[in-house]
């Protein structure tokens, strides 16, 4: 399953949807989360959003626990494109 291969110590993912664009709302409520993970908008479509765009949420703080957000990437990522978002992210 899935869960088993989610470490432990994350109880709860809360997901952000981005769109085409590579932009993003973080209304979406963070008071309890631990990790948020970014998604192409609908989730599951296997479509890539432009990561060239995104904004890298590493400098990010969570209101809540007062550091800096743990967070994924996902939307549209496989072995022949996850290089090229894990380079425009850096």
């Known amino acids: 399953s899935i869960r088993s291969a989610v470490p432990s110590s994350i109880h709860k993912i809360n997901v952000v ?3 085409a664009d590579g ?3 973080m209304e979406q ?3 309890t989360d631990i990790w948020t993970l970014f998604d192409a ?3 599951g ?3 890539a959003f432009d990561w060239s765009r995104f904004v890298n949420p590493n400098s990010m703080i969570n209101p809540v626990t007062k550091q800096s957000m ?3 990437l ?3 990522l496989g072995p022949e494109n996850v290089h090229e978002a894990v380079v425009g992210l850096d």
């Open 17 to 19: 949807d981005v769109l």
């Open 23 to 25: 932009s993003y709302s």
């Open 29 to 31: 409520s963070l008071e």
């Open 41 to 43: 908008k609908g989730g």
């Open 45 to 47: 479509t296997g479509k």
């Open 70 to 72: 743990k967070w994924m």
């Open 74 to 76: 996902a939307g549209g």
